[in-house]
């Protein structure tokens, strides 16, 4: 045993000097902590988030549907998840779970509530009948199997691996080794699925290619946890190929600039296709 191992005490107490790079905003019970009521956009979709890889989950399906001529109009406001921004009374209200991202629905009366970026997903893909395969089909069947893959798989990468190997105050080898080797497990399980398929169900583009794309794509064109070269990414020649292809799309693009900071060259809130055109042409010039 290292001599830095720990004995648990009988009981857990919190520790709020802990040291970690989050302990400012973690805390052991859920609610909100102050009173902030949100802002309502004039667009249908209201969505409160960030840019982080659970947040452009929906920003890049609410692209994609604009780029198809759907009227699926946006207003995307920023929730600083570094700030505490997710535990405002507004938030809480629409996420009791106090993550992002969570969107309302303003086309029903009353306006709809949905948290959990797998759920939005869903509930946008079926409401346009766009990026998922008709009910009762196979190809439903499968897609939901990789979108929900993705919700239980990308924990063990971000909780685990991305905390431990990026985030965590020390580098400590259990952790690593143990979160390093399930996600070369599951980026694993991506090679061989995309080994005979162009997407991963089949030949269509839907969206537990735009989920996994948020987290696993992420890694392999390295730009999530500095982690390209120690998971040796460039092995998953399929996955490379995979992501690529998704990354070239106009949608993508547009969708993971949104919610992200000016001076990263993202669009922190989003109103109008405009605010991200903005972007686009400072980029080209
Ligand atoms: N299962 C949730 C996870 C959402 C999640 O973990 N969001 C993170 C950012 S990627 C967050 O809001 N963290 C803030 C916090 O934990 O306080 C989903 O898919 O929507």
């Not at 948290?115 to 069947?141: C, D, H, N, W």
């Not at 982690?227 to 998704?246: D, P, S």
Request: include cysteine.
């Amino acid at each position: 045993m290292s001599d830095n191992s720990y004995t648990p005490p009988k009981v857990w107490t919190w520790d709020t000097e802990s040291g970690g790079r989050f302990s400012s905003i973690n805390r052991p019970i859920a609610g909100a902590t102050h009173d902030k009521e949100l802002p309502v956009g004039k667009h249908p979709y209201q969505l409160y988030s960030q840019g982080t890889p659970n947040g452009v989950k929906v920003t890049i399906l609410l692209e994609e549907l604009l780029a198809l001529g759907e009227d699926a109009e946006y207003d995307a406001w920023m929730i600083n998840i570094g700030s505490g921004d997710q535990f405002g009374s507004g938030f809480v209200g629409v996420n009791p779970n106090s993550k992002i991202p969570a969107m309302m629905d303003h086309t029903t009366d009353p306006p709809t509530r949905i948290f959990e970026s797998g759920a939005i997903l869903l509930y946008l893909a079926e409401k346009f009948g766009r990026f998922v395969p008709m009910q009762g089909t196979p190809g439903r069947a499968e897609c939901l199997s990789w979108l929900f893959w993705l919700q239980g798989s990308a924990p063990y990468l971000g909780g685990g691996f991305g905390h431990f190997y990026a985030y965590a105050p020390e580098k400590w080898r259990y952790p690593i080794d143990r979160y390093a080797m399930e996600v070369k497990r599951q980026l694993d399980v991506l090679e061989r699925n995309l080994a005979d398929r162009e997407y991963l169900c089949g030949d269509d583009y839907n969206i537990s290619d735009i989920a996994v794309f948020s987290w696993y794509g992420t890694v392999v064109l390295n730009n999530a946890y500095n982690a390209a070269e120690f998971l040796e990414v460039h092995t998953y020649e399929q996955v490379n190929r995979w992501a690529n292809q998704i990354r070239s799309r106009n949608a993508v693009w547009r969708g993971r600039k949104v919610n992200r900071a000016a001076e990263n060259g993202g669009v922190p809130e989003r109103h109008s296709a405009a605010d991200i055109d903005a972007v686009l042409s400072q980029a080209k010039s």
